[in-house]
């Protein structure tokens, strides 16, 4: 049987498709749910095994990146989202979505999920980013979304992508391993450097997950990575596959992440 997934949409989110595709591709059956539907009884999480926050321009990304969200969330079906995370469902936000997750204190719920301990805010470079980065994952991370993955090619798209903490908790974090992803160059932790870090964040942090490793967000756009031909290099992909004899698979590397979900809400879920 495959999982459900609710793919949550709203006033200017704009990755709704694309991540109901990645899903699909991922071998799960997701339905697109305005927000408003959930505050307003019409659909509920309870019958659904993944809820993914997705990315776009959310409310306009006039009042502080993910903040109307995150306040939509807490004030309207918080009470839902405690029990779906307490009957261990998986849940995903990107760029936006991650937003979300941080400013409501989903992320990364070091002591609670109340409580708002890091923040997203405006890249360093007083611009929007569109470009395509590195990812180095951690190994060591509890993350069920990424397991097996190590270096990976995913567009970044945002204008407030900085994750930033204090020393104190920024510690706490990377002593848990809640650290997913960090921006990389050359196959290395990016350290700061401008563009492979897009936005400036401390510890080069791109994804972070809770402890439990089933809350999970980042800023980069895996969805947007679902087909070979998405990457800007996916000539130079097909090339070396011929050169190597070796059969092109035409399947975007970001579906990875959706497939570890789908592979464990089938096997702890149902």
Known sequence: MKP??????????????????????????????????????????EDYQILAIIGGFTYGDDIAAGKVLANKLKNNFWEQLEKFIADKKLIIGICNGFQALVKSGLLP????????????????????????????FNKNSPCIWTKGLDLLDLPVRHGEGKFYTDNATMQNIINSNLVVGQYAKNGKVANGSYPENPNGSVYDVAAMCDKTGRIFGLMPHPEAFNHVCNHPNWTAIREQARRQNRKLNKLGLGIQIFKNAVDYAQENLQ
Do not use: P
């Open 4 to 45: 459900k997934v609710l793919v949550l949409t709203g006033y200017g989110f704009n990755c709704d498709y694309e991540t109901k595709y990645a899903f699909e591709l991922a071998g799960a059956e997701a339905d697109i749910v305005h927000v408003n539907e959930i505050i307003f009884g019409m659909k509920k999480l």
């Open 109 to 136: 719920a070091l002591d609670s999920h109340e409580k708002q301990t890091v923040t997203v805010t405006f890249n360093d470079q007083g611009k929007f980013e569109d470009r395509w980065v590195t990812i180095k």
